[in-house]
């Protein structure tokens, strides 16, 4: 890619991708299953991954989930993703997860992960990402959070050696 102009998050985020709670979305309690969340939380980030890079990225890692409370059938899943930060060839995209209980309008958090994604050519190969511009207070934050979140994957790596089959380490 030529032309890597610095994006801005909003250019690429999205605060409103939603999905229904269906039977088929429950586990045997009743809630949302959270693989199914993952699932649709993943497909989301890599949209954005791809919005942000212009290239197709695949997912290196997924790094905190947490499920912070159960959603029911009949609730309407919200998603936010957005980049938090990018490195030369990765990138960290953030999801956060709100259940809406349309009848009485209320949303509470139920879930948030951080998602790594690495951009790559026809060949497959890891290519450059350009940088992202944070403008607000709280993208300033999540760029500053992303890069601890790295440091200490990083450090997690060198303390057990993990290395891809090049020989670089994990999530430039």
Known sequence: MKNLRSKKVSESATNDHTHLLFPN????????????????????????????????????????VRFLGPAAQGEILVFKAAVNRVWNTSMEVGVKVLAENSKIGKQRHVASAYFTFVAINSKNSPVKIRSVVSETEEEKRRYREADERR??????????????????????
């Open 25 to 64: 979305d429950l586990n045997a309690i009743g809630t949302a299953f959270g693989g199914r969340v993952v699932e649709i939380a993943d497909r989301l980030a890599s949209t954005v991954a791809r919005r942000h890079s212009g290239r197709t990225c695949v997912t290196l890692l997924i790094d905190s």
């Open 151 to 172: 440091e200490e994957r990083l450090r997690h790596c060198i303390v057990k050696g993990c290395r891809n089959k090049k020989g670089a380490k994990s999530g430039d």
